[in-house]
C-alpha cells in the first residue's frame, strides 16, 4: 500500500467509529528510547523513518511533527504523502495540541492506542482539549487492523544474569523497591520500564536492537508480585529466579485486565506507564506518582557492576586501540569508508565478546561529523582520504557491561582551526574528567568545566554533556547527566551518587566543515570527608588514546598535561598486552608523554 | 538594670497580659540585615550583641539562639543572665518553634511586637504552635515599655540622589513598577524594605550605620502612592520629588491604620512585609506573595550608575592602594595593629569623597583572619609584625557608589603552605573572574569556577563565592550572587543579567593559623550574540594589586597569568595618575609582570 492508500483505509476506519482525529506516536507499551520493528507505526503510516516524531490525522489533512536533526529527511521521506511535515520548536509552527484543538469540533472524539501513550502525554492533550469536550477513544490500535505485514513481536528466549554480573540477587532489590512501597505509603507498584524490569529481575533479552531488554511489566505487592511476559521467551533460569521470589508469570497483555482488580495505594511513574493501564485501574485507587524507585536504585552501580564495568572497558578498549592503529595506518593505502570502517570496528568488538552494539554505530567523515546524529547510509557513505578527520561514535553490549565511547581521528592534514577546536574540546574532556567536588553536586554545577573552554570561544554544543550508561543495558539511562540547565523530560539532574556512570562528551559542529566530540565514561567516586563534607570525584574506565595528531600541546596548561600524560600511560598499561608486537610498538607513540 | 531584673519587668508585663512566652528576633520594621540603635531589643534584653539571634522568654525560663559564628561571644555575654544559649543547627538543639511548643500549654497566648517580625517568620511559628491552639497577642512591644533609656529613632535629613548618580527617575521607576503591578493583577502594592524605597524615590538617609537609607513604608497604587516617613527628615529636594510623583507623604507609623483601607488585589512580599501590616489589611483582601519587582530592576544598575561605579571604584583604589603601600612599607618600623590600620584606611576613603563605611572593616592578622567574620575590638587588637599576612576586607558609601573589597597583604616571611593557599585562592577569583557563559547561567552553574581549585585541594570556604552589591546602597543585596546550591532565604539565585554587580571572593581559612581571601567586585556584561545564543561575562571594576608576594608563579597557568598581568596592568594604568611618585614607583613593582 502506499502512504496515500493507507491514509485512506485509516480514515475509513476513523469513519466507522466516529473518530475525527487519530493520533500515532513514537512509542512501544514501554516509553522506551528505541522501539522493535513491531511498533513503528508511525513510520508505516507515514513513511518517515526518523526516531522522533507523532503523527495526527484527520479527514482530510494529517500532519507530522519532528526535531531539527530530522527535518531534512522528514521533508524528503513525506513528499506526495499528502502529509504535512510540522518543524517542531520553529516560530509560528503548532504544537500537536494546538493542531488538534484547531482541527477538532467541539465534542468530537480523538483516537489513539492507549497502550502507547505514556499518560502524562495523554493528560496534557486532554488539558487543551478538554475545552473543547473532546473525548478520547484509546481501546483500539486502528493502524494494526491495515497493517497486515505487520512484524510479530519478538520471540527469542532471554537469558538470566548471573549474580557475577549483576552483583545483587533480585530478592535484595526487590526488598529495597517495597521499603521505598512503604515509605510512600503504597501497597502496589506498577513497573512497565523494560530496563527497570530487566534490572529488577536479572533478566535480559533481543527484543530490541542495541537495548538488551524483554518486553514485560511488572506489578509489585507487598508480598507478592507478577510479571507479565510471554512464557515462551522464558530460559529454566529466568523462571527459577522468579518462582525464587514468589513472582507470578503471566501472560504479556494480562496485565490489562488484572489491573482492574488493584486495589490500595499505587506507586508509579505517570512519565513512563500508559494510558491504557491508568484508564483500567478502579477510578477509586490512589496513585502516588513518582519515579521508579529502581531507577536511582540501578543507577547507581554496585561493586560487582562497577568491577565488570571496568574489565569490559579493557576490552572495548583493545576493540578500538586495534581499530585506531588499522585505520591509521591504512588510510589512503586500501580503500575504508564511513560504513566498511564502522563494520571492521564492529568485528573487532565482536572479537572481544561484544554480543550487540549498544547503538547504531556514528562513523561520520569530515563535515559529516558536524551532525551530531549522522548515520552513514548507502547514498552518503565516503571514502576516507588521508587528511582531515574521522568520528566514531560507538560502544558495545557485553556480559560485563555496556560501553559507549568516542574517538575524532586525524587521518592526514588538518587546518589550524580545527587543530583548535580539537584541543580545545579536550581541554573540556579533561576538566570534567578532574572535576573534585562536595557532595550534593549535580551535573548542572559541573557543566561549565566542559562547556566553558568552548564557551570561551563563542562557541557551544546543543546537547547536554554526558548522560547516565545502564549496565549491560540502554546506554542512555536516567537520572543523572551533565546539563547546565534542567530541563524535566531529559531526567539527568539528579545529585550524584557514588557508583553513578556517565559519558564525558563536549564537542564542536561546524556545519559543512568538520565535527570532534571526544567522550569517555566515568564512575563517581568518593574521596576525602573532612569539615567540608564528603568530597567526591571522577574515574575515567574508558582507556583509549586522544589522537595525540590533532592535538596543539602549546594550548594546554600543565594541569591538563599532566592528566593527559598520566591517563595515556594507563592507556598503555592497560591495552598493550592484549595486543600485536605491531599495534603495541604504535600505542606506545600513540600514548607518548606531550 | 540587670538582664535579671529586665527580665522580671518583662516577665511581670507578660503575667498582667496573660502571655505565657514573648518572643524577641533582632530586627527593624523593615527586615532590614542590620538595625539601628533603636532596635536592638534584642540585645538590650538578652546582653549578647551579635548581629544574629532569636531571644523566646517564658516566665521561668528563656533561651537565646544565634549561629556559629557567635557561640563563643554569647555563651560569654550570657553568662549570670540564666538564659539559656541554644547553639542553631547543632545536632539536638530544639529550633524556636519547637522550644515554644514544649513549653507552652494548651490555648496559651504567645506574645511580641507584630512590626519587628517578618509574616513568612510567623506564618512558620504559627504552623507549629497551631497544634496547641496558642493564639498571637501582637500588638504591643513590652520592651519599649522597660527600656527607659531607649535610643530614638534616628532624625537626620536624609538627601535627594541626583539623577546623575541614580541614572533613572522616580518617575520611569514607578512606571516600570506599576507596569509589573498590572502583570500580576494587583491595584496596590506595599514595599516596606528600605533599599527598594531608597531606589524607587532616588533618596538616601543615615538612619542605619553603614547602610544609606531612611526609615520608610511605600505604597503605590496604580495612580496614588504613599510614602510614610518622618516629615521632619525631608529636605526640600525630596519634598519635591515626592509632590513630583503625586506620592503623599504621610507619619512614619501612620501606614497601620491606613492599610485598612485598601481594597483589592495587594503585591507584596512576606519575607519582608511584617506582620502587624498583614494583620491590619481588610480580610477580604487578595494578597500576591512575591518579591517586590524593584528588587529584580534595582539589582540591574543602567548605565549612569555603572559609570558612577567605575569612577569611585578607581578613587576606592586609589585609597586602597596608598593603604597597601603605606602599609607594606611601614609595617615593624612603626606601631601598626588591626584597628590602628583600619583607622588608616578609613581616613584614606574619607579623603577620597567616602561618607560612610559600607560595613565594619574586617582588619585580621595572622590566625584572627581564619575567622570569616572578625572584628578587631580594644582586647582583641594586635600589633602587625613584619610576617605573616593581613586580611582587610573593607568597603565604602559614596554618591557614585558603594565598593566592597578585600585583599590579603603579605607583611613578611610566609610558609610554603600558606603561599601555596594564596595562590590558589587566586586562582579561584581569576577563574570566575574570566568566567564566559551562556545568558541563562545563574551563580550555582559558574560557582564551580571559583571554587574548584580549592575544592581540589579538599578545602572549601563555608559561604557564597559572592553577592550582589548595591548602588549607594546595602553592601549586600539580592537577587543575584554565586552559590553552589540555591538557599531560598539568601535569595541569591537568580538569572545573571546584564548590568548586575557582585562581588568574587573565594578564600581559605585554617583555624587557628592564617585566613585568605581575594575579593573584587564584578559587572555582568553582554558578549557577542551567535547560533548559540547570547554570550555573557564580567567586566572586573576593582583595580588594586593582588600582593605578589603571596604569589607562587609556578602554579598559575599560563592563561591565569595572562589576566593577571593584564589586570595589574590595568590597575597601573588607572590608579597610577592618582599617587605621589613614592607610591607610583611602588605600584608599578607591585604589578609586574610575572
Redesign the interface.
Known amino acids: 500500500m502506499t502512504i496515500i492508500e493507507k491514509l485512506s483505509a485509516l480514515r475509513a476506519l476513523m469513519k466507522e467509529r466516529n473518530i475525527e482525529a487519530y493520533f500515532i506516536p513514537t512509542s512501544d507499551f514501554h516509553e522506551t528510547e528505541y522501539v522493535g520493528e513491531h511498533f513503528k507505526a508511525r513510520a508505516y503510516m507515514s513513511g518517515f523513518t526518523g526516531s522522533q516524531g507523532v503523527l495526527a490525522i484527520c479527514q482530510d489533512c494529517a500532519a507530522l511533527w519532528t526535531d531539527g536533526r530530522y527535518f531534512i529527511q522528514a521533508e524528503n521521506q513525506l513528499e506526495g504523502s499528502t502529509i504535512d511535515l510540522m518543524k517542531q520548536g520553529e516560530e509560528g509552527v503548532p504544537t500537536v495540541e494546538e493542531y488538534l484543538y484547531d482541527h477538532m469540533s467541539e465534542n468530537a472524539i480523538l483516537g489513539f492506542d492507549g497502550r502507547v501513550m505514556n499518560t502524562t502525554l495523554v493528560e496534557k492533550i486532554a488539558s487543551k482539549l478538554n475545552e473543547k469536550n473532546i473525548t478520547f477513544a484509546c481501546h483500539e490500535d486502528l493502524v494494526g487492523m491495515i497493517w497486515n505485514d505487520r512484524p510479530e513481536l519478538p520471540n527469542k528466549p532471554g537469558f538470566f544474569l548471573e549474580e557475577k554480573y549483576s552483583g545483587k540477587s533480585t530478592k535484595d532489590k526487590m526488598a529495597d523497591i517495597r521499603k521505598e512501597m512503604q515509605k510512600h505509603g503504597a501497597q502496589y507498584h506498577i513497573i512497565t520500564a523494560l530496563d527497570d524490569i530487566a534490572w529488577i529481575m536479572n533478566m535480559r533479552g533481543w527484543d530490541i536492537s542495541h537495548y538488551p531488554v524483554m518486553l514485560s511489566y511488572l506489578v509489585i505487592g507487598m508480598d507478592s508480585a507478577t510479571i507479565y511476559i510471554d512464557e515462551a521467551k522464558l530460559t529454566d533460569e529466568l523462571r527459577k529466579n522468579f518462582a525464587d521470589n514468589q513472582v507470578e508469570v503471566h501472560a504479556y497483555d494480562a496485565i490489562y485486565e488484572e489491573v482492574k482488580a488493584i486495589r490500595g495505594v499505587v506507586l508509579l511513574d505517570k512519565n513512563i506507564v500508559n494510558y491504557a493501564i491508568i484508564e483500567n485501574l478502579d477510578k477509586e485507587i490512589q496513585i502516588v506518582n513518582c519515579p521508579n524507585p529502581s531507577q536511582l536504585m540501578k543507577s547507581m552501580k554496585n561493586p560487582v557492576e562497577q568491577e565488570n564495568n571496568r574489565i569490559v572497558h579493557i576490552k572495548d578498549a583493545v576493540a578500538m586501540c586495534k581499530f585506531m592503529y588499522w585505520l591509521k595506518t591504512n588510510v589512503g593505502k586500501e580503500k575504508i569508508t564511513e560504513i566498511s570502517a564502522s563494520d571492521y570496528l564492529e568485528q573487532l568488538r565482536k572479537d572481544q565478546g561484544c554480543f550487540d552494539l549498544s547503538f547504531d554505530t556514528i562513523s561520520a567523515y569530515k563535515e559529516h561529523a558536524a551532525m551530531m546524529h549522522y548515520h552513514a547510509e548507502e547514498d552518503t557513505d565516503v571514502e576516507l582520504q588521508p587528511e582531515g578527520m574521522l568520528l566514531v561514535d560507538s560502544g558495545g553490549q557485553y556480559l560485563e557491561g555496556t560501553t559507549d565511547i568516542t574517538r575524532t581521528f586525524v587521518l592526514g592534514p588538518i587546518s589550524d582551526e580545527i587543530r583548535f577546536h580539537f584541543t580545545t574540546a579536550l581541554r573540556s574532556n579533561i576538566a570534567l574528567s ?5 557532595y ?2 549535580r551535573g ?6 566542559a562547556r ?1 573552554p568552548l ?2 570561544l ?3 554544543y ?1 546537547c547536554g554533556t554526558g548522560h547516565g550508561v545502564g549496565h549491560v543495558l540502554n546506554v542512555h539511562e536516567g537520572p543523572n547527566g551533565f546539563r ?2 534542567i530541563v524535566p523530560e531529559r531526567n539527568d539532574s539528579c545529585v550524584l551518587e557514588e557508583g553513578m556512570t556517565q559519558s564525558n562528551e563536549p564537542g564542536v559542529y561546524i556545519e559543512g566543515s568538520h565535527g570532534i566530540r571526544h567522550e569517555n565514561e566515568m564512575v563517581v567516586r568518593k ?2 570527608k ?1 569539615e ?2 564528603q ?1 567526591m570525584h571522577f574515574e575515567t574506565i574508558t582507556f583509549v588514546p586522544f589522537d595525540l595528531d590533532g592535538v596543539d600541546a602549546s594550548l594546554l ?3 591538563e598535561k599532566a592528566w593527559l600524560n598520566d591517563y595515556h600511560a594507563q592507556v598503555y598499561e592497560k591495552v598493550s598486552p592484549f595486543l600485536t608486537e605491531d599495534e603495541r610498538e604504535w600505542l606506545k607513540t600513540a600514548t607518548r608523554s606531550i
Do not use: V
Open positions: 578532574k572535576a573534585h567536588f562536595l550534593g553536586c548542572l554545577n559541573l557543566d561549565i568545566l566553558g564557551w570561551d563563542d562557541l557551544d546543543k547546565w540547565r574521596g576525602n573532612n567540608y563534607g568530597f596548561t600543565s594541569y
